[in-house]
């Protein structure tokens, strides 16, 4: 009887068994990208996590600038304000001292005043005072220019005013001049004072100064010629000092 058994060894079908990275290839893709992508961002981090700490160091150290140049605006300022103080309690003394100094001038005057009122009413009673020149000043002031200030004075019992001109001279032989005054004319009840000023022309030396006053009964009065040294820093402009004009008289 035949046998139908073989031994032949039958050929395995192709996709029966496969090798591992070929079945497994997706598998090994994704691990790669996972590692790579752990490490990049790992890298990722840590770098940003460096530059997060570098730019808090360099915003310490300019908060630390501001806060020291703050403070040195701060002490600045403090300076300031207390030299202000000191000025402003200088300021309040120095107001203090002349309101202080103002009071008792204006009561000075106020006495001298009364004083003077006393003495007027007593020469009234006698028969009063006829009018006269009381002083003469003469200033010396830089570029050969002189200032003037005459008084004027009398007390008439029946408190008439007086009133008239004035002419100022300037007598060196037979020669004279006479000063352009500023304001010439008077007129008051006890007491009057005329300032000005001229500029002397060059090379005149006078040996006398001469004050006339015209009015109800002329008045002349002659002083001798000192010059004393020139003042200095005067306020009026020099160039606008009238000069003297020549007298035959």
Do not use: C
């Amino acid at each position: 009887m035949p046998n139908n058994e073989s031994n032949t060894t039958l050929p395995q079908e192709p996709g029966t068994k496969k090798p591992f990275m070929k079945g497994n290839t997706p598998l090994a893709i994704g691990a790669a990208v996972l590692i790579l992508s752990s490490g990049v961002l790992g890298y990722t981090v840590g770098h940003r996590q460096g530059l997060t700490a570098a730019g808090y160091d360099a915003d310490a150290e300019q908060l630390v600038d501001v806060v020291q140049t703050q403070k040195a605006s701060l002490e600045t300022l403090n300076k300031t304000l207390n030299t202000a103080v000191q000025e402003r309690d200088l300021a309040v003394s120095n107001a203090n001292d002349l309101y202080l100094a103002m009071t008792k001038a204006r009561d000075e005057q106020v006495q001298a005043e009364s004083v003077g009122t006393i003495y007027r009413e007593i020469l009234r009673q006698r028969g009063g005072l006829a009018l006269a020149v009381q002083n003469l000043s003469i200033k010396p002031l830089p570029e050969n220019a002189f200032e003037y200030q005459i008084d004027l004075v009398q007390v008439s019992p029946g408190k008439s005013r007086a009133s008239g001109s004035v002419e100022l001279r300037l007598i060196k032989g037979t020669e004279i001049l006479v000063v352009p005054l500023e304001d010439k004319n008077f007129n008051f009840e006890n007491y009057e004072r005329l300032t000005g000023r001229w500029t002397m022309p060059k090379g005149f030396k006078p040996e006398f100064i001469e004050v006339r006053l015209t009015g109800v009964k002329p008045v002349i009065r002659r002083f001798s010629w000192e010059q004393g040294k020139a003042v200095e820093n005067q306020s009026a402009t020099l160039s606008e000092i009238p000069k003297t004009e020549a007298n035959a008289n």
